[in-house]
């Protein structure tokens, strides 16, 4: 379940709070090679200003490949700007209505998490209710575990509605 919560991390990071970092475009997968890749195995991604980005691909033949990917993500809806050997994507300010789309967004992201957490909790649930019916622990021992599962599921799912309210808190202000 930690997992889940550090995927989760590491996808909130991607939603924008009004300055840019690499990590808004890091994990956008960009078709090369025949395969799809991270952008960041591709180009170096530095932030020349606050509110810029500049990626510098590896190769250069990519170039259209890497701002294709940029210009398709609907999450970051910025246009990327082809400037020689470099793309150039400027981060406007947050305006209200975009706030309020990347809060929506936010919301998908952590019902995701939630759900990822759900899947863990009934894998091991299966897990318990297995040794059970095979004779491995006793009935009263199986209550015990599910009813820990279970609390540990809650506890989890509480850091979750902690981390979304503190991303939200970010995005709605000014």
Do not use: C
């Not at 033949?61 to 470099?86: C, H, Y």
């Not at 957490?117 to 897990?127: A, G, N, P, S, T």
């Amino acid at each position: 379940m930690e997992k889940v919560l550090d995927l989760l991390r590491q996808e909130l990071v991607s939603l924008k709070v009004g300055r840019a970092t690499p990590a808004l475009v890091e994990q956008i997968q960009v078709e090369a090679y025949e395969t799809k890749m991270p952008l960041v195995e591709l180009a170096t991604i530095a932030s020349p200003e606050s509110n810029q980005l500049l990626i510098t691909p590896f190769d250069q033949a990519i170039t259209r490949n890497i701002e294709k990917a940029l210009s398709l993500d609907r999450d970051l809806g910025l246009n990327p700007v082809v400037d020689g050997e470099a793309i150039r994507l400027v981060i406007p300010p947050l305006n209200e209505e975009r706030r309020k789309e990347l809060v929506k967004v936010l919301g998908q992201k952590l019902e995701s998490g939630r759900v990822m957490i759900r899947q863990v909790r009934q894998d091991k649930m299966q897990e318990i209710r297995s040794a059970f019916e095979n004779k491995e622990i006793s009935e009263d021992e199986k209550f015990r575990r599910e009813k820990e599962l279970q609390e540990i599921t809650n506890e989890f799912n509480q850091k979750i509605a902690e981390i979304g309210k503190q991303k939200e808190d970010q995005l709605l202000s000014i």
